[in-house]
């Protein structure tokens, strides 16, 4: 077995639902970063790309058909590049770079663009055909935008609740208080725009052509845990603490990472920042999905033979403060390594596209912080988690 590297990861900023990148197909996104990754690998033909896999999570409107294929078109790449899209719902990019890696591991593949996209904002209103023919009723459209849609009546009922409900569950059955939920989305925001000011997304994030749109537009740096604490409950109003100050925002947004062996320095022109070093996908039940990186984590590292005194840097997407907030409780690690540079709650959380935002970064936090280990990990709806250890390779040598 060989081994797999990231060699670069790119983004694009991440626009809040109906903002900046509201006017732009995921298609359009998609292929943007598609084609920047492969740019920005200065020695690469196109030619040699062995694959492109995308995550998505919706499917269901401009970006159906296969968005990956439909990527290594509208981004001019030569015709011969194949293209394939997962979804594993909000770690479906995490997972395509797990199948890169793994492509690349059993010599199928030496190098591959991993990625992902969401629309949230695009995300179409769908209608399910009728049993029958002539029905005298009318039908209702239901949004795609996030969660459940036209379930299953044999599904049971507490599976089903909205990922706002779950997570009210998953903080009851843990102790997270409302408190500690906005002190934790205030710091995400607040590191979020150091971060910025600070120049750490400069190498990491590239605007789409003309949507005006140069930073990740839900970071609030002018949030007060006074203005977090006025905010009403979004999904009960008897007792509820999850907001939408202390949840991650509806998003849009692209990213990508190329994955390719060691030989693969030789025709791209770029040095591995990171190897995968493990990597995990765990299940569990679904109204607490929220828990699910926990295990996944713990799977990751044991695969990678190293524990938590080694990890030197953490990224776990901030689906909900109190979900984020259970985990960290639960792992051996300090608070202040998990998303030193914002989490999801700032950030947004386009579905697809965060997985391997939270990947790019972890990989350029090991470098910048002369780290040699750190996780990615993402919890995913319906009860799953995935998390990927990666070793810095300079801290290695």
């Known amino acids: 077995m060989g081994q797999a590297f990231v060699y670069d990861a790119v983004r694009t900023p991440f626009g809040r639902y109906g903002g900046a990148l509201a006017g732009v197909r995921p298609d359009d996104l998609a292929a943007f970063v598609v084609g920047e990754q492969v740019r920005r690998a200065p020695a690469l033909d196109p030619a040699r790309v062995d694959d492109v896999i995308l995550g998505n999570a919706n499917g269901a409107g401009e970006e159906n058909r296969n968005v990956a294929r439909m990527a290594v078109l509208l981004a001019g790449l030569p015709l011969s590049v194949p293209g394939v899209t997962v979804n594993r719902l909000c770690g479906s990019s995490l997972d395509a770079v797990v199948q890169a890696a793994r492509a690349v591991e059993t010599g199928d593949a030496d190098v591959v ?7 949230m904002s695009r995300a179409p209103w ?27 009546k044999r599904m049971r009922p507490d599976w089903t609740v909205s990922l706002g409900e779950a997570t009210e569950r998953l903080r009851e059955k843990y102790g997270v208080t409302r408190e500690r939920q906005d002190e934790f989305a205030l710091r995400s925001h607040r590191l979020a725009h150091e971060a910025w000011e600070a120049g750490r997304y400069d190498d990491l994030v590239t605007a789409y ?116 907030l ?14 030193a540079w914002g989490g999801a709650t700032a950030l947004g959380h386009p579905l697809g596209a965060s997985g391997t935002r939270i990947l790019g970064t972890l990989a350029r936090r090991l470098v910048a ?29």
């Open 126 to 152: 769908v209608l399910p055909k009728p049993e029958r023919a002539y029905p005298a009723g009318g039908a209702e459209l239901v949004s795609t935008t996030l969660g459940w849609r036209l379930v299953n």
């Open 113 to 119: 663009v991993a990625g992902g996209v969401e629309s």
């Open 326 to 339: 259970v985990c960290v409780d639960a792992w051996d690690v300090d608070p202040e390594i998990v998303n």
């Open 209 to 324: 052509p003309d949507a005006d749109l140069f930073r990740d537009e839900p970071v609030r740096p002018d949030g007060t845990l006074d203005k977090l604490a006025a905010l009403k409950p979004s999904f009960r109003t008897d007792g509820g603490t999850i907001t939408a100050g202390n949840a991650s925002p509806l998003t849009d947004g692209a990213s990508a990472a190329l994955i390719g062996s060691e030989s693969a320095a030789d025709f791209t022109g770029l040095e591995p920042l990171a190897r995968i070093a493990g990597r995990a996908s765990v299940a569990n039940e679904p109204q607490y999905f929220g828990y699910a990186p926990v295990e996944a984590v713990e799977r990751a590292l044991a695969k990678s033979g190293i524990g938590w005194s080694d990890v030197g840097a953490v990224e776990l997407n901030e689906a909900f403060a109190a979900q984020s």
């Open 369 to 397: 912080e002369r780290q040699r280990w750190g996780v990615a990990a993402i919890c995913i709806g319906v009860g799953q988690g995935v998390a990927v250890v990666l070793e810095n390779v300079r801290a290695a040598a």
